[in-house]
């Protein structure tokens, strides 16, 4: 029975996350580990209407804050251990993780 650990990260900060991607990375291949990925998916962009004034019937706006996240997805096939260092690593405020574990059964059962 092998485990899938699916690890989605998300950041505003593209050099931060490519930063923290990259360590991943070359960490897994110093010990070995089955790493697949980085999957870059296409950024996306995201628009918040910003008012000038708190009150309800004050329709000016200000110019809308517009920012962009970047994602990377990696798979890490088996080596719990490994899964488990990366999921208690301390990443900068500016990366979110999100972590999927799947249990796969052989052929046989």
Same mark, same amino acid.
């Given at each position: 029975m092998t485990f899938v650990t699916s690890l989605t990260l998300q950041s505003g900060d593209r050099a931060a996350l490519d930063g923290v991607v990259g360590d991943i990375? *070359?960490?897994?291949?110093?010990?070995?580990?089955? %790493?697949?990925?980085?999957?870059?998916?296409?950024?996306? *962009?995201?628009?918040?209407?910003?008012?000038?004034? %708190?009150?309800?019937?004050d329709d000016r706006r200000l110019e809308p804050w517009s920012y962009t996240v970047f994602t990377r997805e990696l798979e890490i096939h088996g080596y719990q251990e490994f899964a488990r260092s990366v999921a208690g690593r301390s990443l900068p405020d500016s990366v979110h993780v999100e972590i999927e574990i799947e249990q796969i059964h052989g052929a046989g059962r």
């Open positions: 990375k *070359r960490t897994a291949e110093r010990k070995g580990v089955a %790493l697949k990925g980085p999957h870059t998916h296409p950024p996306e *962009r995201f628009s918040i209407p910003q008012y000038q004034r %708190l009150h309800a019937d």
